[in-house]
């Protein structure tokens, strides 16, 4: 049975792919043409190099459980990095304090954009970026660029197993090189604001800064 190539468009930009999805049709209908292009009629961007992506859905209403089954089909190819999702909440579906998941690897000279709290399994290469509203966490490397709290939220951490920027950037605090931060042992660390000033600890501090808040929630 062939799929009815209606209901997704997909759009390329100077930086990556945007995949445009009807926000009239019925929702399975939606992930079946989704997958259908992806498995026959559009494999040719499977085959090459990562390529990042743009979810946009619309005005339709969606759960969480509605962006993974979207996530779940995109991730499903190992050369698509998806780097943001447009979508209305459903009433009372949003949590600030939720972890939104992306695994993949950030080569130099990719940006890797997200609204809210980052957890991204996988490493930072020199060149590469991470820019988000939220938190960072970063369970790999991180050797590129990373500014958390974008639109000036100055209480946003950045977490790394490995913490060997290039930069760091919190709000509008940019960060000293590493080499000026001393010899420090390879374990996971943090960097936060104190008094307007770059500040290095140990993961397991966290507790004491953001005072027993769970910043896993949702994860």
Request: some cysteine.
């Amino acid at each position: 049975m062939t799929v009815q190539s209606k209901h997704v468009r997909i759009k390329g930009i100077k930086d990556g792919l945007v995949f445009l999805l009807d926000d009239k049709c019925p929702f399975e209908d939606l992930l079946s043409e989704l997958r259908y292009k992806l498995e026959h009629s559009h494999q040719n961007i499977l085959t090459g190099p990562i390529v990042h992506v743009d979810i946009k859905l619309g005005n339709r209403p969606v759960t969480e459980e509605d962006k993974e089954a979207v996530l779940d089909i995109l991730k499903s190819q190992g050369n698509l990095l998806i780097r943001s999702v447009e979508a209305l909440e459903e009433p009372g579906d949003k949590d600030s304090d939720a972890l939104f998941l992306i695994s993949g690897m950030i080569r130099s000279g990719q940006v890797l954009h997200h609204e809210g709290n980052l957890l991204f399994l996988g490493d930072v290469n020199p060149g590469g970026s991470i820019t988000c509203t939220g938190d960072i966490y970063i369970l790999g490397a991180l050797r590129g660029m990373a500014h958390a709290g974008v639109d000036g939220n100055q209480e946003a951490i950045i977490a790394a197993s490995l913490l060997a920027p290039t930069q760091l950037r919190i709000a509008d605090v940019i960060s000293r090189p590493p080499d000026e931060w001393g010899t420090r042992e390879s374990s996971m660390e943090f960097a936060y604001l104190s008094s307007g000033a770059m500040q290095i600890d140990k993961i397991h501090n966290i507790v004491k800064l953001r005072q027993g808040l769970n910043v896993f929630k949702g994860v």
